[in-house]
């Protein structure tokens, strides 16, 4: 059967039939999209099953030594708080976050690492480098640290 496209689609208005453009950001947004699946796939492969896309982008997030309350979280994850408030809980029960009283505010609790979410950690780190080591090796000595220079100049 033929990939369908919305070429077709007689509502669709001028430009925007068709395959998606091909500007810099659908590239950007591609390569990290790639990167993620990549990653949590690889994770999921080394026994961490627990670590999901949806789960990633909270990680993420998360600082590896204070750790960060819900709404902070939240914010810099870009998700309700009701959102970070459920992928806590699925952490939570997984072992990899704990809550812990906040020592500036008794009300409060911090989302921060466990030592099983520690050493999660260590293996992410361990995934990402064989990941960046697999793609230098495809771009090859003098692409890869271009790439790596120019995405560091890369602000908005």
Known sequence: MPRSTRRDDPDLPDGLAGD???????????????????FVSEMQARG?????????????????????????????????????????????????IARRPDPTDARAKLIAFTRRGLR????????????????ASRLGPRDFPQLRRLLTRVEF
């Open 20 to 38: 998606p453009p091909d500007h810099i950001g659908w590239l950007l947004w591609r390569a990290s999209e790639a990167w993620v699946e990549r």
């Open 48 to 96: 961490w099953p627990e670590f999901t896309l949806s789960r990633s982008r909270l990680l993420s997030c998360l600082d590896r030594g204070s750790g960060a309350r819900l709404g902070d979280l939240a914010g810099r994850a870009g998700l309700t708080k009701q959102a970070a408030q459920q992928l806590v809980d699925e952490l939570v029960a997984a072992g990899l």
């Open 120 to 135: 999660f950690l260590k293996e992410a780190d361990a995934v990402k480098a064989g990941l960046e080591a697999s793609l």
